[in-house]
């Protein structure tokens, strides 16, 4: 008796899409390209990998790192300066190229990535090791217009909504408005309070409460201060008059008042609903230095953000050259996990097949082969059966797989024709010039409800 394969076992937070779901995310890919060029957004693709000391600068922790060596490798060569590991996100991959690349960029340099990942995480419910990112950056020299923070949100509101996906809220804040005021407050080291503010959706206020007295020694008032600042969201500038009287001055607050509401009274009068000014939004990254973004998926709500971002001044810096920047990062598998564990996305086929062109004979699979070329020549995807059977058997095949039309070669002078195996229409048909509706060319993605 041979040796049996034990049963192979996944391994969690890589995710494996079936065909169909791949076809998808290709699809939504597509969508988010065409979006982002739209807007005037250039490609980019990074190195997978990059030098230890640089993945570090973000202010990750080192457990979040895949490190690169060989497996033969030499005692000690793992740990070298120039150990190399594996990307946790596209940001800073993005200011090296940019430091690297100054001299033939055209600033401000707008790009678009969208790339694997991989970060050492636990992994959970929408939560991987492994996983697709959708980032949109804009850099310049030495100085970035604060326009810019207002255009971010459009652009993803733009590339979200051609997708057919819940839609998506954006949730938006400024840390010169949130450092400025717990400056204003006596609190001498914000990013102690900011850290702990960005857990109130995780952990809740009583916890958050004992965590600012823990590591940012806050008294009393300054605790209910900031957790008063945190409970304040609007869809329009009246966020602007709900701080004030929270009775705290500081220029850094007053700066950041007036960019945030620049921020939402664009997004009001661009694209109504897609944006709120959100005092609780911190994003933990130290490296952030405006306007910060977090959006979710409406319905979706308790799985967290999807994308998210912001305005950073001093990643990209060498020297006495400054590469300020803001970008946004779009989780492409997040949001694939969720939609495809809730059964919200189907696909009109399972195959890419528009057209099965059906083998009387195996005699006739050259004929049959020209058939599928002329179509194939006018972007129609084709498949020749794999071998000859009756019609009604190869029909079969074709309706299992979705495939909605089935080509009859013509035998005997008789001439083609082809059949809509879904109405049960057939017609003559020349293959130089016949051509399905534009919606069975190639499979659709469409929202569905339900679960899977």
């Known amino acids: ?20 779901q791949r076809m998808i995310e290709q699809r939504l890919v597509d969508r988010l390209r065409a979006a982002f060029e739209r807007h005037g957004f250039s490609p980019l693709e990074t190195r997978a990998v990059e030098p230890l000391d640089q993945l570090l600068r973000k202010g990750e922790t080192s457990k979040e790192v895949y490190v690169l060596r060989r497996l033969q490798a030499e005692p000690g060569e793992e740990i070298a300066d120039d150990a190399l590991g594996l990307h946790f996100d596209l940001t800073v991959p993005f200011a090296r190229f940019v430091l690297e690349n100054a001299g033939r960029l055209q600033f401000p340099f707008r790009r678009y ?90 952990i809740g206020p009583q916890r958050v409460a004992e965590l600012l007295a823990e590591t940012a020694q806050a008294g009393e008032a300054q605790i209910k ?19 004030r009287q929270l009775g705290v001055e500081h220029p850094l607050l007053d700066e950041g008042l007036a960019e945030l509401a620049a921020v939402v009274a664009t997004a009001r009068e661009h694209a109504p609903g897609l944006l709120v000014a ?17 959006a979710q998926l409406r319905g979706f709500e308790s799985a967290g953000a999807v994308c998210a971002g912001g305005r950073y001044d001093n990643l990209a810096t060498s020297g006495t050259d400054r590469y300020p920047g803001i970008g946004l990062s779009i989780g492409v598998t997040r949001i694939l996990g969720l939609l495809f564990g809730a059964g919200a996305l189907a696909l009109s086929r399972q195959v890419p097949t528009c057209v099965f062109v059906a083998l009387p004979a195996e005699s006739d699979r050259p004929a049959a082969n020209r058939i599928a070329a002329a179509l194939r020549r006018r972007d129609i995807p084709t498949e020749v059966s794999a071998s000859p059977a009756k019609y009604g058997k190869q029909i079969k095949v074709a309706a299992r797989r979705g495939i909605p039309f089935v080509w009859f070669p013509g035998v005997d002078g008789a001439p083609d024709e082809v059949k809509d195996i879904r109405s049960g229409e057939q017609l003559v048909a020349d293959p130089e010039c016949w051509g399905p509706p534009d919606d069975d060319r190639y499979p659709v993605v469409t929202a569905t409800t339900g679960e899977s």
């Not at 008796?1 to 169909?20: C, D, V, Y």
């Open 278 to 294: 959100d005092m609780k939004i911190a994003r933990g990254l130290d490296y952030y230095t405006g306007t910060v973004y977090e």
């Open 1 to 20: 008796m041979g040796a049996t394969m034990a049963r192979l076992t996944p391994i969690s937070g890589f995710p494996e899409w079936l065909p169909w």
């Open 225 to 243: 201060a900031c957790l008063a600042l945190a409970g304040i969201s609007t869809g329009d500038d009246s966020f602007v008059p709900a701080v």
């Open 113 to 202: 990535q969208i790339q694997k990942v991989w970060r050492g995480e636990r992994p959970a419910a929408g939560r991987y090791r492994e996983f697709c990112q959708a980032d949109i950056d804009i850099v310049d020299r030495e100085t970035l217009p604060a326009h810019y923070e207002a255009e971010l949100p459009l652009v993803l509101g733009d590339a979200l909504g051609s997708l057919p996906i819940p839609p998506v809220g954006i949730r938006a804040n400024n840390r010169k408005l949130c450092e400025g005021f717990y400056l204003g407050l006596g609190l001498d080291d914000p990013a102690v309070v900011l850290q702990a503010v960005d857990k109130l959706d995780k």
